[in-house]
């Protein structure tokens, strides 16, 4: 072989190193980088404390639990996730809600398990359980990120590139075309402007939930049919929340019907 | 994974799992468990006078005081969410507009057709409405647009304080002859022809003796809110939208014209401006700009010789987060000369928690930079908060803050958050345009709030005292200026509602502290002095502060500066920072609990 063959096959060779790297490292590379952009573009995160906070509460204990659970140390990436989402997601004036939120989000992976598996979004539970429980130190990032076009185009270019990978773009185009369908159907009921009813769907902050937290890969349910039945289940859940006025029903939504979804399928997997 | 978990790792698991999950449902039981409101009876009286030092009275009606403030009606494309859109215009500001010693005050309403008033004080208790008489309070005629709030300020130097009034429409300028007839003078003063106005301040940006005006744009100014071209009037964005009125920084010729040097200042920002403040904020001897914007960060221009602003959010920490900046207010809390910043923001527990910011100056020598220190200093939750004032309620040496809040009570336990949340996050093109936004139907939002009055704990941090020192009933607050109105040497505090009667909260005392105030008079400089700086030395302590052409959202506090000097019974000397000129002026100790009326030239008193 000749020198000049081998440099280009250890080129190429470190290429797909990086490449599977960047592969498996995709979501908390993809959360990092709205965090970043989000923060020097938008100032998005007041204080930086409250993400370190956060992604530091997560990590530690996953590990810590992870240990305890499964002997071994985990890989913190999934921590890593839930502590981002859980910053970019949550509001407080205080710094203690996103070390807790982080903490319930993950200890809810080791308790609500059936099979071996974790039933529900880990930051989906934590966050809807602070929103509910906690209105006077915790808020949901409703409003954030500003009203543009591009910051929504980026995001959902990029979203659609991540979920296309990860085999869950159906799950997002049943969801959205769901929601546009019932906001259709509240806008008749409630007489406000069809517009109103699907504005939160135009805001990039709204995007993160769609992509990345109905699609999550862990609390899905196996088939195909069955991600796209939940996917339309979690957008009715979301129009009956929505009728009564909630207005963090998206997160509701899906911390219903999720994990009922998924202890169905795994019980339905038991079965055959 | 194959590894099963052991029994105890499960228990432990879930121990400190359901521990976790305990800790916001006790908290939130805690809130909850809040002390009532205290009767309005003697003994909560007497308590409040034992434990605080004073309380706060609404005497508006024994006082002759029946102003109620109404809203506009405007173009019917917006009557779906017109209390919303008509929801600012109850404002404050005071003034001894003749000359007697006592404070007199005035307040807009923003009704076409109805008028302003000027309340005159009678010296005996009671205010007499004469702005009829004097021909300021016709200012709402039809086609004319609405009040928004005034400032006032001696333009001419005559000394007689005269009056502005700013506007969603033209703007009105009057010159004040003795006291006894204001003369209409806007055609002459070539403002410009309309602007959706929700701001003004007086202050001599460029040292030339006479004052400026500095006008907040709120609706982009060819918007006519009765006569609508079409309906893209709303923020572009909830907290980056750059779609509002441009400002104003008109400069004052000195003979009652006016030249718009706005843009040749650097001053090109078109975000919804509500509230600005002007104060040295560098000690460099030039006014600086701070401006508080609703759906967008807070901007602080710093004031180059006079020539140039630049604007200097980001550097100095303030311009990062975007929150929904009500209010500009300015206080020296810790006695140690450096001015803390207070801009309001929105909080609705469970939906929206900007918090207050609180912006103290850092002890950095090379550069103006500040810290939020809201939380700590605890001051960060009001409501839905307009304006704020920093004043030494109970004369004890600390300034303290009364904050103003709540924005629409309608029907109560019916709000329109959920719609409001539901719009505000979407697409600009969808948020901007009015026919988009939910239809209110009656419905509250933030309604019913009480306003809060924070005591200051000896410059560490403040105590919410509300509940023991007031009985207000929580109005829809707007306006806030602090005033001694009856020359008792106590602040009172005087609080303009939205669509609701005018409050003037009594400042009852226990009688124990000493107190000492200045009028100044400029002669280089501006001769309402605004922009001075007193800093006062007593007792191994010092307080500062500065004389303004109006602070707060569309308020202006009394001319005088009030200082409470605790149970100390001399001050060592007074300190004032002239706008024009280099030199400090030092006056040596003068008598307590009198004001001190000191002139420029020579410190004479």
Redesign the interface.
């Known amino acids: 072989m000749e020198p000049s063959e081998m440099t280009v096959m250890k080129k190429q060779s470190v290429f797909h190193r990086v490449w599977a790297l960047l592969q498996k490292y995709m979501g908390p590379i993809f959360v990092s980088l709205i965090l970043l952009v989000g923060h020097w573009s ?2 998005i995160m ?1 204080d930086i404390w409250t993400v370190l906070i956060a992604v530091g509460a997560a990590v530690a204990v996953d590990l810590v ?1 992870g240990r ?5 140390w985990k890989n913190a990436s999934s921590g890593y996730i839930t502590g981002n989402s859980v910053a970019i997601l949550i ?4 710094v203690w ?1 996103y070390a ?1 939120t982080s ?2 989000s993950i ?2 992976k ?2 609500f398990r059936y099979k ?1 598996r974790h039933l529900w979004n880990p930051s989906n539970f934590g966050i809807s ?3 509910l ?8 990032l ?8 591009w910051p ?1 185009l980026i995001i959902w270019v990029l979203g659609i590139v991540i979920v296309h990978r990860a085999k869950k773009l159906h799950v997002t185009a049943v969801y959205v075309i769901s929601f546009v369908a019932f906001a259709l159907i509240r806008s008749q009921i ?4 069809f ?6 769907l ?2 990039p ?2 995007q993160l939930f769609i992509f990345f937290m109905i699609t999550d890969p862990p609390t899905n349910v196996r088939s195909k049919k069955g991600q796209m039945l939940v996917a339309f289940l979690v957008a009715l859940m979301e129009f009956v929340l ?1 009728l009564n ?3 963090y029903a998206p997160f509701y939504a899906l911390a219903i019907v999720g994990p009922v979804a998924k202890f169905i399928d795994l019980k339905m997997s038991r079965e055959k | ?1 194959n ?1 099963k ?1 052991s029994v105890l ?1 499960r228990i ?3 121990i ?2 359901v521990s ?2 305990a ?3 006790l ?2 039981l805690e ?2 468990a809040l002390p009532e409101r205290p009767a309005n009876n003697e003994a909560a009286r007497k308590k409040s006078l034992d434990l605080f030092g004073f309380y706060l009275e609404d005497i508006a009606g024994q006082s002759g005081v029946d102003f109620v403030h109404h809203p506009p009606k405007l173009d019917a494309r917006l009557d779906h969410i017109l209390p919303s859109i008509a929801s600012m215009g109850a404002s404050v500001s005071v003034v001894d507009f003749d000359n007697d010693g006592w404070n007199d005050f005035y307040l807009t309403t923003s009704r076409q057709g109805e008028q302003n008033a000027l309340y005159k004080n009678m010296r005996d208790g009671t205010f007499k409405n004469v702005a009829g008489e004097l021909g300021v309070g016709d200012v709402n005629k039809k086609g004319t647009g609405v009040s928004m709030g005034s400032v006032w300020a001696d333009i001419n130097n005559d000394g007689w304080e005269d009056l502005f009034v700013y506007k969603w429409g033209k703007q009105e300028l009057f010159i004040n002859h003795e006291g006894k007839s204001f003369e209409h003078i806007s055609e002459k003063a070539g403002f410009p022809e309309w602007i959706n106005a929700n701001a003004a301040i007086w202050f001599d940006y460029n040292n030339d003796g006479f004052v400026d005006l500095f006008i907040g744009g709120y609706y982009k100014e060819d918007i006519n809110l009765w006569r609508l071209k079409n309906t893209l009037i709303m923020p ?5 939208a750059e779609n509002g009125g441009r400002n104003y920084l008109l400069e004052n010729r000195g003979d009652g014209t006016f030249l718009d040097v706005t843009f040749d200042r650097g001053l090109n920002s078109t975000k919804w401006t509500l509230a600005i403040g002007a104060v040295d904020l560098n000690d460099d001897g030039w006014q600086d700009l701070f401006i508080a914007n609703d759906y967008s ?1 807070d901007e602080l221009y710093l004031n180059l010789d006079g020539k140039k602003f630049e604007e200097i959010g980001k550097e100095t920490r303030i311009g ?3 929150k929904s900046g009500m209010n500009v207010s300015m206080g020296d809390v810790r006695n140690d000369g450096r001015l803390s910043i207070y801009v309001s923001n929105i ?7 900007q ?1 207050n910011n609180f912006w103290q100056p850092m002890k950095n020598e090379q550069k103006l930079q500040y810290k ?1 220190i ?2 700590s200093m605890g001051v ?2 009001g409501g839905w908060s307009w304006s704020a004032q920093f004043g030494d309620l109970n004369n004890d040496g600390y300034q303290d803050l009364y904050l103003a809040n709540g924005y629409i009570s309608a029907a109560k336990n019916n ?1 329109y ?3 409001y ?8 093109t ?2 901007s ?1 009015a ?5 209110m139907e009656g419905r509250s939002q933030s309604g019913y709030q009480h306003n809060k009055v924070w005591l200051n704990s000896d410059g560490a941090t403040f105590a919410d005292v509300t509940d023991y020192v007031s009985n207000l009933p929580p109005y829809d607050s707007r306006a806030v200026a602090m005033a001694d109105l009856w020359n008792r040497g106590v602040l009172d505090v005087i609080v303009s509602n939205q669509n609701q009667p005018v409050a003037i909260l009594k400042n009852i005392q226990a009688d124990d502290n000493n107190w000492i105030s200045f009028k100044l008079e400029g002669t280089a400089s501006n001769r309402s002095a605004i922009g001075a700086k007193v800093t006062l030395v007593w007792d191994g302590k010092s307080q500062t502060q500065v004389v303004t052409g109006g602070i707060g959202y569309c308020s202006q506090n009394q001319r005088a500066l009030h200082f409470g000097i605790g149970k100390s019974t001399t001050i060592d000397k007074v300190i004032i920072n002239w706008p024009v000129g280099e030199k400090e002026q030092v006056l040596p100790a003068m008598e307590i609990n009198r004001l001190h009326k000191i002139k420029e030239e020579d410190g004479t008193v």
Do not use: C
């Open positions: 938008f100032g007041e639990f305890l659970y499964f002997g071994k509001r407080s004036t205080f809600p807790l903490a319930i200890l809810s080791y308790v071996g359980w602070m929103l429980t906690s209105p006077s130190y915790v808020a949901g409703s409003v954030q990120w500003g009203n543009n076009l929504m409630t007489e406000d402007p517009l109103a009813e699907v504005a939160p135009t805001g902050m709204y929505r006025q909630l207005v | 994974m590894h978990p790792a432990v698991t879930i400190v799992f976790m999950l800790i916001p449902l908290l939130e809130a909850e572009e964005s909830f907290e980056y960060v990062y987060a975007p909080t609705e527990m469970g939906i929206l928690l918090g939020n809201a939380g960060e939750l709000s958050w959920y719609d949340s539901k719009v505000t996050g979407g697409n600009k969808i948020i345009d026919l988009n936004w939910p239809a």
